[in-house]
């Protein structure tokens, strides 16, 4: 069974902070994704990482897939209230299509 | 981005009866979905693979004959519970793929069994 340790589980800070999240297996991943989930709804798609070593930006927003592919993590520069929510990580096995393993989540909390 | 949704958002049903719940993908053909389902405060688990036309493949742990997948066409796979127990309560999310590495999530359905 693959695994991803998603860490930290809960994590607060002030309007304006940086914080990163880690995600990380001792499996190799086809691809990584990660996704954003506010309560009551359903995941909804950051980014997808698939080569070892890629980064990612979307904005404030940094991914970065870990060279042998078995890890991974985002970064958020100036965190805003708006940022509030449970961040997930999860691991695509390749010869599965979609098929995705899920990280135990990260809730982030913004103060302003 | 590809859609998919997902019916009803919510329901609330009486133990011992059965649930139907639907996911669609409204515009792209997925011959493969996934259903998880996830209690408060925790992440996705993975129930199911619904592949279209033939039986799904259930994860370690699911009953399959309590969580019963139908996945009759390109765009359409539902996940029925079984004579529902309060223990059922959860959020129930499904998602399609459009490719290899991604995946569409509907917007989840909230079983309550009372």
């Known amino acids: 069974t693959q695994l991803l340790e998603q860490s930290p589980q809960f994590l607060s800070i002030q309007e304006g902070e940086n914080l990163t999240v880690y995600c990380n297996s001792s499996?190799?991943?086809?691809?990584l994704q990660w996704y954003r989930q506010e309560p009551g709804e359903g995941p909804v798609l950051l980014v997808t990482?698939?080569?070892?070593?890629e980064v990612k930006k979307l904005k404030r927003l940094t991914f970065q897939f870990g060279d042998a592919r078995k890890d991974s993590s985002l970064h958020i520069t100036a965190a805003q209230p708006g940022d509030t929510g449970l961040y997930l990580c999860?691991?695509?096995?390749?010869?599965?299509?979609?098929?995705?393993?899920f990280g135990g989540g990260t809730r982030l909390m913004v103060k302003p | 981005g590809a859609v998919v949704s997902q019916h009803p958002s919510w329901v609330i049903c009486k133990s011992g009866t059965s649930v139907k719940i639907e996911c669609r993908s409204l515009?792209?053909?997925?011959?493969?979905m996934f259903w998880y389902r996830q209690f408060p405060k925790q992440s996705l688990m993975l129930m199911a693979t619904?592949?279209?036309?033939?039986?799904?493949?259930?994860e370690q742990g699911v009953e399959k004959d309590k969580f019963l997948i139908n996945h009759a066409s390109l765009t359409l796979s539902t996940l029925t519970v079984t004579s529902a127990h309060p223990e059922d309560s959860s959020f129930y999310i499904c998602?399609?793929?459009?490719?290899?590495?991604?995946?569409?999530f509907g917007q989840g359905t909230r079983l309550t069994v009372v």
């Open positions: 998602s399609a793929g459009t490719g290899v590495s991604e995946a569409f």
């Open positions: 499996s190799v991943f086809s691809s």
């Open positions: 990482v698939v080569t070892g070593g």
């Open positions: 999860a691991g695509g096995r390749g010869n599965a299509g979609n098929m995705l393993t």
């Open positions: 515009d792209f053909q997925a011959t493969t």
């Open positions: 619904s592949n279209e036309g033939s039986k799904a493949t259930y």
